[in-house]
C-alpha cells in the first residue's frame, strides 16, 4: 500500500525521523494497519519460525484480544486518548480496482501456500469483526468511513493538530501539523517515565524534514508521490523517464525514488514538473496528464466529516453526488501490465442515492459491514478469502444462497451482483442472482431497521433451510448454533468430517463459565444487518465454530478444529463458510 519503494527509502535515510516521548495527546490511528501490525508483529509466537499469533489454523482471537486491550491500555497509562478510522466501502470510482484484484490474486496463492503450511501472512477472516468488538468493549472511539479512511485520517489529526499513527507510506505525503508516528517504531511495550508521567518511545515523521532533507519543495510532494507510482497509478517503464539515470552510478534499491527526488528539485510547483516531464516522455498523451494531476488530488487534505461523530455521536452524511466516468469512454492505455484511466468525460450522479439514511449511523460505527455498500454502490463483492488448497472448492460457494437472500433485500432481484471467487489459484468474476422469497417479500430496505423479530427470525430461518420445530427442545442460547450447523452439514462440499471437533469444542466453552466468555461486548441489535441471516445481540454467528454473544468463546474450538483440518488433507473448518 501506499508509494512504491517509498518505506524502503525511508530505512536507508532513518535520520529524517526524529526520535521523541509520546505523552498525554489525542492520537488519531490507522485502524486497518493496526490490526495487521499487533496481529503480525506479536512476540507471542505458536511457533518458533512464525511471526505473530497464528495464521494458518483459523486465527488466535482470544490472544489477538488480549494484545488490543493491552495496547489500549499502554496509551491510557500515557494519557493518551485513541482515535481510530477504519476502511469502509470500495472506492466507487474503481481507481483501485486493478490494484484490488492483484492483491487478490496475491492472497489466493498465498492462502493455499498458508495451507500447506508455509507462514505467508494471511490476516484471519474474522480478525477485523474482533478488533472492533474488543475497541467497543474497552470504549476506544471508532469511526468506520463510507469509503477509504486516508483523507479522513488525515483530515481529522490536522483538525485535531495530533498526530497519525500509521505504517503507510502515504501519510509520508499528506501533510500533517502533529506528523506521522510509524506504528513499526511505535515501542508500546517499552514505556518510559519521565518525572510523573508515563510516555511511549517512538519516532516522529514530519514532511518539512523529508523535504528539508532531499531539498524539494513541500508542494511537490504529491507529485513525488504519484511519478513514484502509488495504488491509484501505474506507471508505464516504456514511456516514463528512468530516474536512476539522475543519480548515475547509484545500484541502489532506492536510486530510482532518489533520481527523482534529486530531479524534482528544482521546480516550484506541480505544474512546472509536469510541463518538463512532457519533454521527457515518450509518447506524451493527454490522457496520462489529466490521470497524474488527479491522482495529485488524493492527497489535498478535505474537510472532516467525522468530528461530530467522534465528539457528540452524530451520523455524518452520507456524500450527495460524486463526479463519475460515463460509460464506455474511459480512455485506457494498457502496456505492460500498466493501465491509465481518463475520467474526463464525467457526470454528476448521485452514487448514495440508494443507501437509506438509517444506514449512516451504524455505517459509520462500524455496525454493519463495508461490503453492503459495496452491494448497493458498485454490484459488487469480493467474499473474504481463508486459507484453502487450491484443489478444493472454494468455501464461499457454501455461504451463497445465504449472500442472494441479503443481495434480494438490497437490491431486489431484478439487478445481479458480481462476485469474485476463487477457482484454482485464480480469481474469477461470477453474476449471482439476487434472491427475495417466503418472508423476505415482507422486508423493505427503507424499514429493514424497523421489522418485528418474528419476521426477522422467520427470514432467518428459511434461509437456512431450518424448521422453528427442530429446535423448539433446545435451549435458545443454542439455537442459532444448531441452525448454522445443520445449513453447513447440508451445503458443505466436501462433506464436513469435523463435527464430533466442533460439538467438542461446543462443550469446552460451556464447561468454561461464563466468566471466560468473549464477544458480548459489542452491542449488536435489531437495526444492523450484514445480511439478512445475521442479527446481532444474542444470536450472532459467523459460523458453527464462533459464536459470540452470551456464548462466546470458542478460541479452543477454532485451534482444535483446524488442526484436525490439516490432518484430514485441509477439509474445510465450520467458521470457513460463513
Known amino acids: 500500500m501506499g508509494v512504491k519503494d517509498l518505506s524502503g527509502l525511508m530505512k536507508t535515510y532513518h535520520q529524517i525521523f526524529r526520535d521523541t516521548c509520546f505523552t498525554n495527546s489525542r492520537l488519531v490511528i490507522d485502524g486497518s494497519g493496526l490490526i495487521y501490525e499487533l496481529y503480525f508483529s506479536s512476540d507471542r509466537n505458536t511457533e518458533a519460525s512464525e511471526e ?34 477504519l476502511d469502509g466501502g470500495s472506492d466507487h470510482t474503481d481507481k483501485k480496482l486493478v490494484d484490488l484484484r492483484q492483491r487478490a490474486e496475491g492472497r489466493i496463492k498465498r492462502a493455499h501456500d498458508a495451507a500447506l503450511g508455509r507462514h505467508t501472512g494471511i490476516l484471519p477472516l474474522l480478525c477485523r469483526l474482533v478488533f472492533k468488538q474488543k475497541l467497543a468493549q474497552l470504549q476506544v472511539q471508532v469511526a468506520q468511513c463510507f469509503g477509504e479512511a486516508d483523507e479522513q485520517v488525515a483530515a481529522l489529526a490536522r483538525e485535531w493538530r495530533c498526530p497519525v499513527l500509521s505504517h503507510d507510506s502515504d501519510f509520508h505525503i499528506f501533510d500533517l501539523p502533529a506528523g506521522l508516528l510509524p506504528t513499526p517504531h511505535f515501542q508500546w511495550r517499552a514505556l518510559k517515565s519521565r518525572g510523573s508521567q508515563r510516555c511511549i518511545p517512538c519516532k516522529i515523521y514530519n514532511i518539512s524534514s523529508f523535504c528539508t532533507f532531499f531539498n524539494i519543495k513541500p508542494q511537490i510532494m504529491p507529485t513525488f508521490a504519484v511519478l513514484a507510482g502509488n495504488d491509484f497509478v501505474k506507471l508505464d517503464k516504456e514511456r516514463f523517464p528512468d530516474w536512476t539515470r539522475f543519480v548515475p552510478g547509484d545500484s541502489r534499491k532506492t536510486a530510482r525514488l532518489e533520481g527523482l527526488l534529486r530531479w524534482l528539485r528544482k521546480f516550484q510547483q506541480p505544474e512546472e514538473a ?305
Open 52 to 85: 505473530g499469533l497464528d495464521q494458518n489454523h483459523g486465527g488466535e482471537y482470544a490472544a489477538f484480544e488480549d494484545l488490543i486491550e493491552e495496547f489500549i491500555e499502554a496509551l491510557r497509562a500515557c494519557r493518551v486518548e485513541p482515535y481510530v478510522v
Open 274 to 578: 509536469l510541463k518538463e516531464l512532457r519533454r521527457l516522455m515518450r509518447d506524451p498523451r493527454e490522457e496520462v496528464f489529466h490521470v497524474l494531476t488527479e491522482a495529485m488530488k488524493e492527497y489535498q487534505i478535505p474537510p472532516c466529516s467525522l468530528t461530530a461523530f467522534l465528539t457528540d455521536g452524530t451520523a455524518p452524511p452520507l456524500p450527495a453526488v460524486k463526479v463519475l466516468p460515463l460509460p464506455n469512454t474511459q480512455a485506457q492505455i494498457k502496456h505492460n501490465g500498466s493501465e491509465f484511466c481518463s475520467l474526463k468525460e464525467t457526470i454528476v450522479k448521485p452514487v448514495f442515492g440508494r443507501v437509506p439514511d438509517w444506514f449512516r449511523l451504524p455505517l459509520v460505527q462500524g455496525r454493519m459491514s463495508k461490503d453492503i455498500l459495496n452491494v448497493l454502490l458498485l454490484h459488487r463483492v469480493s467474499p473474504s478469502l481463508p486459507v484453502e488448497h487450491r484443489d478444493l472448492p472454494s468455501s464461499q460457494l457454501v455461504s451463497r444462497s445465504v449472500r442472494q437472500v441479503m443481495y434480494g433485500l438490497l437490491l431486489g432481484e431484478e439487478e445481479r451482483v458480481e462476485e469474485h471467487i476463487r477457482e484454482g489459484l485464480q480469481l474469477k468474476s461470477i453474476q449471482v442472482q439476487p434472491v427475495c422469497r417466503g418472508a423476505a417479500q415482507q422486508l423493505s430496505l427503507s424499514s429493514l431497521h424497523q421489522a418485528e423479530e418474528a419476521l426477522r427470525r422467520q427470514v432467518f430461518l428459511e434461509t437456512l433451510e431450518v424448521d422453528q420445530s427442530l429446535l423448539s427442545p433446545l435451549p435458545p442460547q443454542l439455537h442459532l448454533l444448531v441452525a448454522v450447523t445443520c445449513y453447513w452439514l447440508k451445503k458443505a462440499q466436501p462433506p464436513p468430517e469435523l463435527l464430533e471437533a466442533l460439538l467438542l469444542g461446543r462443550t469446552n466453552t460451556e464447561t468454561r463459565g461464563p466468566t471466560e466468555t468473549r464477544g458480548p461486548t459489542e452491542t449488536r441489535g435489531p437495526t444492523e444487518t450484514r445480511g439478512p441471516t445475521e442479527t446481532r445481540g444474542p444470536t450472532e454467528t459467523r459460523g458453527p465454530a464462533e459464536t459470540r454473544g452470551p456464548t462466546a468463546g470458542t478460541r479452543h474450538t477454532h485451534t482444535y478444529t483446524h488442526t484436525h483440518r490439516q490432518k484430514e488433507g485441509g477439509r474445510k473448518c465450520a467458521y470457513d463458510f460463513l
